[in-house]
């Protein structure tokens, strides 16, 4: 393996990590509709576990309201069961072909403990991203062991900018999805 290589791959999975992040925050409810919230819900469908992306088209057409239509009109009942046990604090109504989900304002207190949540996510992303940095500084020593000090420290410092940039990235998400819990 390559000095460039252990970079590539380094990089390649801190970046696993911060979008396996995006993916967990976007999930923490705001106040505010958001596909997000219901996209990825999984809905038993002819026996099949499927997203429910997949299944229908996901609406916003107001900040405190979600409107599901689904493609195939039978599997209404299954996508607002699915909701449901999806415990996730919203409640689904079926209007005729469409299922409408209203997004509840969230109290003072759930605010802030969603902002905790959303800081033990970060935090344990920051935690995957300096996993990521000692497996690459232990495959450079590895690889370099009778290289010169000079290269090793030079890959390693790569490393750690590497390292440093991703936590950028991280505290950026959580602060932008701090803000968003506690707009009122």
Do not use: W
């Not at 999930?27 to 999984?42: F, Q």
């Not at 970060?122 to 000692?134: G, L, Q, V, Y």
């Amino acid at each position: 393996m390559t000095n460039t290589d252990i970079l590539a791959l380094a990089r390649q999975k801190m970046d696993r990590s911060v979008e396996a992040l995006s993916l967990s925050i976007s999930k923490i409810r705001t106040g505010r509709a958001n596909p997000s919230l219901v996209a990825n819900i999984n809905v038993e469908y002819y026996g099949t576990q499927t997203p429910l992306q997949q299944l229908a088209t996901i609406n916003i057409p107001d900040p405190k309201l979600i409107v599901i239509q689904p493609f195939d009109k039978s599997s209404i009942n299954e996508i607002e069961k699915s909701i449901q046990n999806e415990d996730i604090g919203l409640n689904p109504s079926v209007d005729g072909d469409i299922i409408r989900i209203p997004i509840p304002a969230l109290s003072e207190e759930r605010r802030k403990e969603l902002t905790k949540v959303a800081s033990k996510e970060s935090e344990e992303a920051k935690i995957s991203i300096r996993s990521h940095r000692r497996n690459g500084i232990d495959n450079v020593s590895k690889q370099l062991s009778d290289s010169s000090t000079d290269d090793t420290k030079r890959i390693e410092d790569n490393i750690q900018k590497l390292t440093d940039l991703y936590i950028q990235k991280i505290d950026e998400i959580l602060s932008q999805k701090q803000n968003e819990l506690l707009e009122v």
